[in-house]
């Protein structure tokens, strides 16, 4: 049995573990889908029966908000529901367990083709090169050319930021997907894949891209040039629906503003925290920060056009179900310019 066939039967079940956990978590906590109480005569909510389940990845955006500390002494309760990649995330918010989700731009657009009922409420701005496609130290690979006929193994599903980057990385070598074997693998999965030295080439993100090259990976291409840079907030069209949350997260957006800003004048106390919440060592920590200048804020015309352009790319290569519009995924009332 090969190592492909082994690892699909295993994502199978892994895929659905952290989705299974969100909803446990839903479940025992309260919140689930149920709504809160209407707005009274003059518009009020009581926030305090209001529990907002806040979806991550990697502990990327939980180690910012706990390290600044910016949601002590919200007037509503706060769950965190962390996974490995876009995919299940988005899975989780199909459900109904999950209300918010932060992704780049590729995940968030297949979302919306396969019909999640997502909005877009804020942007985040990150490093072009915290996404690589990376090779065996020892590999005969050199060149992006040089992958002509070779399997790629994409983290984490169809429609990822990593998946953009091959397939533009490719064109401009004059190769398209055809010219290749796309396989795609959890970061986890592939992760230890590819330390095994099981995977010889793949395509995927900080902090896997970090933890893999200071373990002896080579760089073949960054997604500078490439990728926007630009991910989003995204919040469960329920979640808008429902008076309580839609309040909730008005507040959550400003907070979240100044966790970004926080670290950006505490990068050695973040690194501390960051490591300690997603228990890598202090020199990864520090690596995978010290190529982020990232700023969370409103979402502008520039940053639509932007991921417009990414959306009829995705489209061309026939990635997406559908063409979309990512005008009208924006939702700006929560989180005004």
């Not at 002494?73 to 989700?101: C, H, I, M, R």
């Not at 992958?147 to 070598?173: F, M, N, P, R």
Request: aromatic letters at 8%; glycine letters at 8%.
């Amino acid at each position: 049995m090969n190592f492909f066939y082994k690892r699909d039967r295993i994502n199978k079940r892994r895929w659905y573990l952290p989705i299974l956990f969100a909803v446990i978590i839903s479940i025992i906590s309260g919140c689930g889908n149920d709504k809160t109480k209407e707005a009274d005569a003059n518009g009020k909510v009581d926030l305090s029966e209001v529990t907002l389940v806040l979806g991550d990845q990697a502990g990327l955006t939980k180690s910012k908000v706990e390290a600044s500390k910016v949601l002590e002494g919200t007037p509503y309760k706060v769950k965190w529901a962390s996974f490995q990649g876009a995919a299940p995330l988005f899975e989780a918010v199909k459900s109904g367990s999950v209300d918010t989700a932060p992704a780049g731009d590729t995940p968030i657009l297949t979302a919306a083709a396969s019909g999640v009922p997502i909005k877009i409420i804020a942007t985040n701005v990150s490093s072009t090169e915290s996404l690589g496609i990376l090779v065996q130290k020892d590999s005969a690979i050199k060149t992006v050319k040089d992958l002509k006929g070779k399997t790629i193994v994409i983290s984490s599903a169809q429609g990822s930021i990593a998946q953009h980057l091959v397939i533009e990385a490719l064109k401009e070598e004059g190769l398209t997907t055809k010219d290749v074997t796309i396989k795609f693998i959890l970061p986890t999965d592939a992760a230890a894949a590819f330390k095994a030295g099981e995977i010889e080439v793949w395509g995927t993100f900080d902090p896997y891209m970090t933890i893999a090259v200071n373990n002896g990976a080579r760089v073949l291409r960054t997604g500078k040039g490439i990728s926007s840079g630009v991910g989003f907030l995204t919040v469960s069209e329920e979640a808008l629906k429902d008076p309580g949350k839609k309040e909730a997260l008005k507040d959550v957006v400003k907070r979240f503003e100044k966790a970004w800003e926080w670290e950006h004048d505490n990068k050695e106390e973040y690194v501390k925290l960051y490591s300690k919440i997603t228990g890598l060592p202090e020199e990864v920590s520090r690596e995978i920060n010290s190529k982020v200048n990232a700023k969370f804020r409103p979402v502008t015309d520039s940053d639509i056009q932007a991921v417009q352009k990414v959306a009829d790319s995705f489209k061309e290569a026939g990635v997406l179900q559908k063409s979309v519009n990512v005008s009208k995924l924006v939702d700006n009332e929560i989180f005004a310019k």
